[in-house]
């Protein structure tokens, strides 16, 4: 019980601290809190349509957080592996799962907290009609831990922090754009339909139509739990790319 | 007092080439121990396989009894690398106090370390914010934090005026009388007479391993950085 109340005692301290980090620069809270809202603003304004904002706006309250959450989560973590942090800290009674799990506790309430302030903002500033606001809440925040996940994995992979920024329109933006916010899947050429089926962020989207279309909460769960399964599949791909032992 | 630890045969590799070769040594309790050398000797290497974290080591290596990196060391071993290893958006105090967490170290050392290393006073300042001494000093605060019995600490001087540098020699020093044991590495060949065994290492060998009396004797010099010339270049004749 001992060991297990001293690995809950660090995994709570790997988010206090990261939650730390965060907080001690304002401007990033700032932009990450407000970047999403002012977007879908932006959308709002330009669509011009009630009709249309209604189909494309949940999908944006959706895609901001996977996108923001997949930056910070992968560009904090580089950090670590690059100070030599998570180094030193592995040579301590720090487990490489309680520092997965401690990050993505934190990171999870800043998707949570990022989720609901977009989600608000569409639905009070832009006049968003959404049939299940709580369905879309654990929707958004569903896309943003898959973001985070991913981000700590693609951390792995990345030397520098330009490297990092290089990987969001390498792995990012071919995902958007096949994830059917542009074109509907069906009706793209079936290689490209069958590619789509395979990204994290088709199903992640796919959730959110779902429920914008007012779809059955079981098939709309389905959706979620892929998005869970690759979220907990990239965390445990990423925990083992924290090595102890290095070159 | 017995040994902390000791080599035999231990090589590391890295790709081909061999950046430690067949060491043997044995490191006494209670002591200051130098490890001297340019960069590029090994040092860093050395240091990294004792805390088991560097990949690719062969031969027997023990450190208190224990493989390195083991989790029976965790606690009894600590590592302060040469870029210090600390969280600049982070206090002073939240660096120690995670810290601590870590280490599962009781809650009053994180006072006692921060007098010890000298930070009073800047509790509350931004890591980033501080000088690179500051940080260091951080850093060697973490290190402290578990009492362990060994501590390894990749040139924890550098950069330091002369005053801090003779401060922080002082916090060993301390150390070292309560039992615990120091393994410093450095590029400086001054900082040998403060030590109480030297290592000297070059190209990845071990030169010399014995008190600066002897080895200033064996070589028929008066300073460290002339033995240490003498014996490099009995090494390669």
Same mark, same amino acid.
């Given at each position: !019980?001992?060991?297990?109340? =001293?690995?809950?005692? /660090?995994?709570?301290?790997?988010? =206090?601290?990261?939650?730390?980090?965060? /907080?001690?620069?304002?401007?990033?809270?700032?932009?990450?809190?407000?970047?999403?809202?002012?977007?879908?603003?932006?959308?709002?304004? +330009?669509?011009?349509?009630?009709?249309?904002?209604?189909?494309?706006?949940?999908?944006?309250?959706?895609?901001?957080?996977?996108?923001?959450?997949?930056?910070?989560?992968?560009?904090?973590?580089?950090?670590?592996?690059?100070?030599?942090?998570?180094?030193? $800290?592995?040579?301590?009674?720090?487990?490489?799962?309680? $520092?997965?799990?401690?990050?993505?506790?934190?990171?999870?309430?800043?998707?949570?907290?990022?989720?609901?302030?977009?989600?608000?903002?569409?639905? #009070?500033?832009?006049?968003?009609?959404?049939?299940?606001?709580?369905?879309?809440?654990?929707?958004?925040?569903?896309?943003?831990?898959?973001?985070?996940?991913?981000?700590?994995?693609?951390?792995?992979? @990345?030397?520098?922090?330009?490297?990092?920024?290089?990987?969001?329109?390498?792995?990012? $933006?071919?995902?958007?754009?096949?994830?059917?916010?542009?074109?509907?899947?069906?009706?793209?050429?079936?290689?490209?339909?069958?590619?789509?089926?395979?990204?994290?962020?088709?199903?992640?989207?796919?959730?959110?139509?779902?429920?914008?279309?007012?779809?059955?909460?079981?098939?709309?769960?389905?959706?979620?739990?892929?998005?869970?399964?690759?979220?907990?599949?990239?965390?445990? #791909?990423?925990?083992?790319?924290?090595?102890?032992?290095?070159? | 007092?017995?040994?902390?630890?000791?080599?035999? =045969?231990? /090589?590391?590799?890295?790709?081909?080439?061999?950046?430690?070769? &067949?060491?043997?040594?044995?490191?006494?309790?209670?002591?200051?121990?130098?490890?001297?050398?340019?960069?590029?000797?090994?040092?860093?290497?050395? +240091?990294?396989?004792?805390?088991?974290?560097?990949?690719?080591?062969?031969?027997?290596?023990?450190?208190?009894?224990?493989?390195?990196?083991?989790?029976?060391?965790?606690?009894?071993?600590?590592?302060?690398?040469? @870029?210090?290893?600390?969280? &600049?958006?982070?206090?002073?105090?939240?660096?120690?106090? $995670?810290?601590?967490? !870590?280490?599962?170290?009781?809650?009053?050392?994180?006072?006692?370390?921060? @007098?010890?290393?000298?930070?009073?006073?800047?509790?509350?300042?931004?890591?980033?914010?501080?000088?690179?001494?500051?940080?260091?000093?951080?850093?060697?605060?973490?290190? !402290?934090?578990?009492?362990?019995?060994?501590?390894?600490?990749?040139?924890?001087?550098?950069?330091? &005026?002369?005053?801090?540098?003779?401060?922080?020699?002082?916090?060993?020093?301390?150390?070292? &009388?309560?039992?615990?044991?120091?393994?410093?590495?450095?590029?400086?060949?001054?900082?040998?007479?403060?030590?109480?065994?030297?290592?000297?290492?070059?190209?990845?060998?071990?030169?010399?391993?014995?008190?600066?009396?002897?080895?200033?004797?064996?070589?028929?010099?008066?300073?460290?950085?002339?033995?240490?010339?003498? #014996?490099?270049?009995?090494?390669?004749?």
């Amino acid at each position: !019980m001992n060991s297990f109340f =001293g690995s809950l005692g /660090r995994t709570i301290a790997i988010s =206090g601290r990261v939650l730390l980090q965060i /907080r001690s620069d304002r401007r990033t809270v700032a932009l990450m809190f407000l970047v999403p809202s002012l977007l879908t603003g932006l959308f709002a304004w +330009m669509l011009n349509s009630k009709q249309l904002f209604d189909h494309i706006g949940p999908r944006l309250v959706g895609l901001f957080p996977f996108v923001v959450m997949f930056l910070a989560a992968s560009i904090t973590t580089l950090r670590e592996r690059r100070s030599g942090t998570l180094e030193r $800290f592995l040579t301590t009674p720090m487990r490489r799962d309680e $520092f997965i799990i401690g990050y993505a506790l934190a990171f999870g309430l800043m998707a949570i907290l990022q989720s609901a302030i977009t989600q608000t903002f569409a639905v #009070l500033v832009c006049g968003l009609k959404v049939d299940n606001i709580w369905l879309l809440l654990l929707a958004a925040w569903a896309n943003a831990i898959c973001g985070m996940a991913l981000g700590l994995l693609a951390s792995a992979f @990345a030397q520098t922090e330009f490297q990092v920024i290089q990987f969001m329109p390498a792995f990012i $933006f071919p995902q958007i754009i096949l994830g059917g916010l542009f074109v509907p899947q069906s009706q793209m050429p079936d290689v490209l339909s069958s590619i789509s089926d395979w990204l994290p962020l088709t199903h992640a989207l796919r959730s959110i139509t779902l429920i914008s279309d007012g779809a059955d909460s079981g098939t709309i769960m389905t959706e979620i739990w892929i998005v869970a399964a690759v979220c907990l599949g990239s965390l445990l #791909l990423g925990a083992f790319t924290l090595r102890k032992r290095t070159e | 007092m017995g040994s902390v630890a000791e080599f035999e =045969g231990v /090589r590391v590799s890295r790709g081909k080439t061999l950046v430690l070769q &067949d060491l043997n040594l044995s490191l006494q309790a209670g002591q200051i121990i130098g490890l001297l050398g340019p960069s590029g000797a090994g040092k860093t290497t050395l +240091m990294r396989a004792l805390v088991g974290v560097q990949a690719g080591v062969s031969g027997k290596l023990s450190v208190l009894g224990s493989t390195p990196g083991s989790s029976a060391l965790e606690t009894r071993v600590a590592y302060a690398t040469q @870029a210090s290893s600390v969280f &600049d958006d982070l206090t002073v105090l939240q660096n120690l106090r $995670f810290a601590k967490t !870590m280490l599962g170290a009781p809650a009053p050392r994180v006072g006692e370390v921060i @007098a010890e290393v000298g930070l009073e006073g800047l509790e509350n300042r931004q890591v980033g914010s501080l000088s690179g001494g500051q940080r260091n000093r951080v850093s060697l605060a973490i290190a !402290m934090l578990g009492s362990p019995e060994l501590l390894i600490l990749d040139e924890p001087t550098v950069g330091l &005026d002369p005053v801090l540098r003779s401060e922080i020699w002082a916090i060993f020093r301390r150390l070292a &009388d309560k039992g615990q044991t120091i393994l410093v590495s450095s590029h400086v060949m001054d900082e040998a007479e403060r030590c109480d065994t030297l290592i000297f290492m070059r190209d990845g060998r071990v030169i010399a391993n014995d008190t600066l009396a002897n080895i200033l004797l064996q070589t028929n010099s008066t300073t460290a950085e002339n033995a240490f010339l003498a #014996l490099a270049k009995g090494v390669s004749a």
